[in-house]
Every structure is written in structure tokens, then in C-alpha cells.
């Protein structure tokens, strides 16, 4: 089953003594969702970058669902996120010039020149899903709050086994910032898709199982989520 | 196609700079396809003008200016050839045809030259547009681009087109035949027969139809003053208009050059020989076009090294700019990276984006450069009266299959720089 399980995972870089991450095990369930809180520089974006593979750690081990992305290869890392992550941003890094539609399908067309009618129809339904009605708009005409559902709607758009979300509500009103923490939610739990979220957003961390704290590259505290669970 | 919209969204983002790169492409490849167009243009026009002219007899001189005088055309005084050379040309069993061309007249800017009504048919296989050759001395023969038509009358002026002069009243002209276009200078010429030329020089013999019956010519004075003129005023002359014309000539006047079509390959060379002498020069027109063309061929050959240097230059410059527009995009295809596009679909993002503009670059340029060329060769032949056709060809083809490829690899460089950065590192804001 998906999940995810860092073991002796330590990052460092050059010019620094210590290392930037330095965890000795985490462990994410399948289908849990976590949230990753932390001041700023703890190592909240390398960490992301580890667990989805945009980066290989210095050392240790990133499994998920028995396989050590830290072992694949860079084309191979990438061939794996595109297959089981889906990632959604602070800035949304969505691509102007191109509809909603043709936002969430272009990083399947980056590794399929022809895109079935299946994919369009799913695009579709998930745009609609994420309250984008209108496929054919342009996304630099849309608001912050569309721009984030139409970023929502790419990151499920593969059928990932895992949604990654940095910071995506710190950029958006209050409105809009429950409408995207409840949709991915929402979303990733219909998918049956782990979800880690990394955010300073207390409202969307206490709606997550659990909420781990990032000082310094470690894990300063886990537990379970002080809010409901599910 | 996403990728395409992809990649057409960034060009018309930065329409300004993508503007200027295709201007850039399309003005060095333009340069170098016009080069190339013009040269062939002119090379083929050239050889085409120079067909009819197997071998040409003149007075001693440049070689150079007896082919573009009588070939092209070309005003400029020739030294005459002595009548004597023409008679015995004319009646060498070796010569298919011995045409004299006399220049010195012009009507409306147009040629006049004096020759033979053999030449204007050339011995029969190039037919006329309409009308006929001319029969007698009254008459002339237009070329195709003349504006004048059947039934003009023509009074040539005396002197070279573009000189001016007093008109000639010794003589006038009835238009009776239009010449079939030759993409040569001869399109513009108005054809005459020779004995007008002669007859309005007051180089024409009074009795030249008689000498058999006097009992030869040696003793008659030649009349070589040009100014004395009223030659068709001596009583015993027949009427003007019945006077036989072309050869057997006995005793003619002199001529600037003399057109030989010999009987054989052989019979060319030989005459060739032979009238390369202290009083005659012979040449063939290839033979003077092609030394020609060497000089030109070297200045192609510098203009082509101009236009090759542009187009490395124009190339250097684009993978400058597009280096500086790649890290402008870096965030953009590290997103695109993170989103889980493998590398070689960046790399062919960068690529197909640059060829994109190349390609539209070189097809404008290889349109620029036919323009050119066109605009050129109307000059030119509106200047020269020479036709080169401007046609691309295999060898145009194989320029801009060149330079796409060039371009291609050129292309590779930024692709490749994009290909080197890593996924997470543009993520990093």
C-alpha cells in the first residue's frame, strides 16, 4: 500500500556544518494526512524536495510503497513523480497563455504526445469538481483562489498514490484558503491518496491526522493532530 | 497540442525579441540565398545571351569589348574590320553563316544594328514572333521588347543609345517583323539590314551591285566620309528600295564585327585560328564569359564568405539571447520538471521552441532573398537587357537544409543547458 517512510535521512550542503535534514525515521500511512509546520529555514522545502524527489537526499532512505527513490536515477525520479505525486504550490505554478483545461493536462502531454479522450474527461470532471466551470479560461484572468482549485485539479489529475502541498493556502484570502484546504482534503481522500502538507495555515494543519514540527532539519515533535480525527 | 501552445504562448510572450530573432535568421539566409540566386541568374542569362554567337570576328582590341558590343550590346566604339575580311568570311565554304553587325545608330534609346536577315531568323530555326524578315533596305526587324510595333516608321539618330545626336533623314525604316524574346539585349535592338547602317554612314559603294559589270572595284573610291552623305542622289543608282541586300557582297564597307556560324565544331576552331591575326581578332564569346565569371565567381565567393560570416554571427547572437531567455524560463521548466516532464521533453521544448524561429526565419529569408534576387535581375535586365532567370534549384535546397541543420545543432546548446539544471533547483524562489 502507498505510504511513505524516511529512514536516516540527512541533506547537507556545501558551506554548511550541519546538516540542512537530519531524520532518522518518519513514517507517513497511507491515506494519512500530515502536516509539516515549522519557522522558516527549517527545511521545510528540502524536505518536500526529498519526498518528492526533486532532490536525493545525502544519505538514507525515501520509500515509498517499497521503492528508494533516493536509489532511482534523476529521469527515473522523474518518471515516478509524474506517475504517483501530485504537487501543489504556494505560487500555484500554473502556466500563463494556456486554459485551466490545458494546465491540468500538460504534464501528461510532457510525456504523451497524443492525450485520449479518458484524460480530457477527467480533466474535466476534476475542474468541475474544483468549482472551475469555465475549462477554456485563460488562468492569468483568474483569481488566486481559481488559480490554486485549477492547481488542486492538476495535482489529482494522474491518479497520484500521493498529494505534496507547499504552503498552498499562504498566498490566498481566507475564503479561498478554506475552499482549497477543504477541497484537498476532500479530494485526496476520495483519490485514497496520502496528503502532506506543509503550511504555517493552522486551520488546514488541524484538519490533518497528524502535525509533526520542523526545527533546524529535525522533527521536533509528532503526534497526533490536536483537532479530530478522522 | 499542448506542448505547441506551450511553446507558441512563451514566443508571443516575448513576441518583440522573437520578432527580431526571425528578422535576424531571415535577413543573413536572405543575403546568402540572393547571392546565390543572382550569381546563377546572371551566369545563365549570360550563356543564354551568348547562344547565337558561335564565334565573333572584329577588328584588333580588347577581346572583352568585341563580345559585350556585339553580344550585349554594350555601347561602345568598335575599331571597323575591314570590308575585305567580311567578303572573304562570307565566302569561306567553311561558314554556315557570316552575319555583319554594324552598330553606331539608336532610336528612342533603342539599338539600331545593321546585319543580315539570316541572322535575324538565325539561319531559320528561331521563327518570328510575327510579321517577316526584312527584304529590303527600307525595312527592320524589332526585337520582342520593343514598343514598337508592325508598321512604325523609325528614323535612327545618330550615336550610341543614351548619347543623343541628329536624326538621320538619309533613311527610314518600316517596322515589318517582331523577333521571338530572347532574354538577351538583342529583345530591345531594332534589326536592320546592314546596307542601311552602311547607306546612312555614307559608307555605302554607289555602284557595289554593278562591280561585275565595271569589271571589279578596285578602282572606285570609296566614299568613307560620313558626312558627305547623299549617297542614294548619284543618277545611275537604282531606287533605294530594290537594291539587293546580304551577302555575296563585293567589296563592302567596314563592319565592327562579324558573326560566324561555322559548318563544324572543327571549322569553328579553325576559323578561330586563323583569324587570330595582326589584323583580325577572333574569339569565342564562352571563352571571353567564362574568364568573366572566374572575376565573378570571385566576387561571389567573397560575398558568399560575407553572407556565411552573418549567418554565424546572427548565430552566435541567438544562442546568446535565447541562454539569456532560458534563465528567465528557468522557473518556468523547472515547474514543468517538477511536475514530472523527463528531461529530454524539456530539451525538446527548448529545441523545437528555437527551430520554430529558425525555421520561420530561413523560409522568410529564402523568400527575401528570391524578392532580392527578382528585384535585382529586373534591374538588371531593365539596365542591360540580359534575362537571368531567377530559379531555386537542388543546390538552394541543400543551403537551407544547411542551414537548418547548422542551426539544429546551434539549437542544442541552450536545449542542453536546460537539460543540466535540476528539477529542484528552480523551485527555490
Redesign the interface.
Known amino acids: 500500500m502507498p505510504g511513505v517512510r524516511l529512514l536516516n535521512v540527512t541533506m547537507r550542503v556545501a558551506g554548511l556544518t550541519g546538516p540542512v535534514i537530519d531524520i532518522p525515521d518518519l513514517k507517513v500511512a497511507p491515506k494519512e494526512r500530515l502536516a509539516v509546520m515549522g519557522p522558516s529555514g527549517a527545511g521545510k522545502?528540502t524536505l518536500i524536495?526529498i519526498l518528492?524527489g526533486?532532490?536525493r537526499p545525502t544519505s538514507g532512505q525515501v520509500i515509498w510503497d517499497g521503492v528508494d527513490i533516493a536509489r532511482l536515477s534523476?529521469?527515473g525520479?522523474?518518471?515516478w513523480?509524474?506517475?504517483n505525486?501530485g504537487?501543489v504550490?504556494q505560487?500555484f505554478?500554473l502556466?500563463?497563455?494556456?486554459t485551466a483545461l490545458?494546465n491540468v493536462?500538460?504534464?501528461q502531454?510532457?510525456?504523451r504526445?497524443h492525450?485520449g479522450s479518458p484524460a480530457h474527461e477527467r480533466a474535466r470532471d476534476l475542474l468541475s469538481r474544483v468549482g472551475i466551470h469555465r475549462h477554456g479560461q485563460k488562468v492569468e484572468t483568474m483569481s488566486r483562489g481559481e488559480m490554486q482549485r485549477v492547481a488542486v485539479a492538476?495535482a489529482l489529475q494522474?491518479g497520484p498514490q500521493a498529494v505534496v502541498a507547499d504552503e498552498p493556502t499562504a498566498s490566498l484570502d481566507a475564503g479561498s484558503a478554506r475552499d482549497v484546504s477543504d477541497l484537498l482534503i476532500d479530494l485526496t481522500r476520495e483519490a485514497g491518496a496520502t496528503l502532506v502538507v506543509i503550511t504555517h495555515d493552522v486551520g488546514l494543519a488541524g484538519a490533518m491526522d497528524r502535525i509533526v514540527t520542523l526545527k533546524r532539519g529535525r522533527i521536533d515533535a509528532a503526534g497526533a493532530s490536536p483537532a479530530v480525527s478522522p | 497540442m499542448i506542448a505547441l501552445r506551450f511553446i507558441l504562448v512563451d514566443l508571443r510572450r516575448h513576441w518583440i525579441g522573437s520578432l527580431a530573432v526571425v528578422c535576424l535568421i531571415a535577413g543573413a539566409s536572405a543575403l546568402g540565398i540572393a547571392v546565390d540566386l543572382q550569381e546563377r541568374a546572371l551566369r545563365i542569362g549570360s550563356a543564354r545571351a551568348a547562344e547565337r554567337f558561335d564565334l565573333v570576328i572584329g577588328a584588333p582590341g580588347s577581346d572583352t569589348q568585341l563580345v559585350l558590343s556585339s553580344v550585349f550590346l554594350q555601347p561602345s566604339p568598335l575599331t571597323l574590320l575591314p570590308g575585305s575580311v567580311l567578303a572573304r568570311i562570307s565566302a569561306d565554304p567553311r561558314v554556315a553563316m557570316a552575319a555583319p553587325v554594324g552598330f553606331g545608330d539608336s532610336f528612342n534609346g533603342m539599338p539600331v544594328v545593321g546585319t543580315i536577315a539570316a541572322f535575324v531568323t538565325d539561319g531559320g530555326r528561331a521563327p518570328l514572333a510575327e510579321g517577316r524578315p526584312f527584304g529590303t533596305i527600307t525595312e527592320a526587324v524589332v526585337g520582342a521588347d520593343s514598343p514598337l510595333v508592325l508598321g512604325d516608321q523609325v528614323k535612327p539618330i545618330h550615336g550610341l543609345p543614351g548619347e543623343g545626336g541628329q536624326t538621320h533623314r538619309e533613311l527610314s525604316y518600316a517596322i515589318v517583323g517582331r523577333m521571338a524574346k530572347t532574354g538577351t539585349p538583342w529583345d530591345r535592338a531594332i534589326l536592320v539590314p546592314i546596307e542601311g547602317v552602311w547607306t546612312i554612314h555614307g559608307m555605302s559603294h554607289p555602284h557595289e551591285h554593278h562591280a561585275d559589270e565595271s569589271g571589279g572595284s578596285a578602282e572606285h573610291d570609296h566614299d568613307h566620309d560620313e558626312r558627305s552623305g547623299a549617297v542614294s542622289t548619284e543618277p545611275n543608282d537604282p531606287p533605294i528600295g530594290d537594291r539587293h541586300l546580304g551577302p555575296p557582297w563585293t567589296d563592302p564597307p567596314g563592319v565592327p564585327a562579324v558573326i560566324v556560324k561555322a559548318k563544324t565544331i572543327a571549322d569553328a576552331y579553325r576559323l578561330r585560328s586563323e583569324y587570330r591575326t595582326e589584323a583580325t581578332l577572333a574569339v569565342f564569346p564562352a571563352e571571353v564569359l567564362t574568364r568573366l565569371f572566374a572575376t565573378l565567381g570571385d566576387i561571389r565567393l567573397i560575398l558568399g564568405a560575407i553572407a556565411f560570416a552573418t549567418q554565424g554571427l546572427v548565430g552566435g547572437a541567438i544562442v546568446l539571447v535565447s541562454v539569456v531567455h532560458l534563465s528567465q524560463r528557468r522557473r518556468q521548466l523547472a515547474m514543468l520538471r517538477a511536475l514530472g516532464a523527463p528531461r529530454t521533453a524539456i530539451v525538446a521544448l527548448v529545441w523545437a521552441e528555437l527551430m520554430l524561429l529558425v525555421a520561420t526565419g530561413v523560409a522568410l529569408g529564402v523568400g527575401l532573398g528570391f524578392l532580392g534576387a527578382k528585384l535585382f535581375a529586373i534591374w538588371l535586365s531593365g539596365a542591360s537587357g540580359i534575362v537571368g532567370p531567377v530559379i531555386l534549384t537542388g543546390q538552394d535546397l541543400a543551403l537551407v537544409l544547411s542551414l537548418l541543420g547548422i542551426a539544429a545543432a546551434i539549437a542544442l546548446v541552450p536545449a542542453l543547458v536546460a537539460y543540466r539544471q535540476t528539477a529542484a533547483s528552480g523551485l527555490r524562489s
Open positions: 522545502t524536495n518528492t526533486l532532490d534523476e529521469a525520479r522523474d518518471g513523480r509524474s506517475r505525486v504537487l504550490l505560487d505554478g502556466f500563463d497563455g494556456l490545458e493536462l500538460l504534464p502531454q510532457m510525456r504526445l492525450l492538476r494522474a
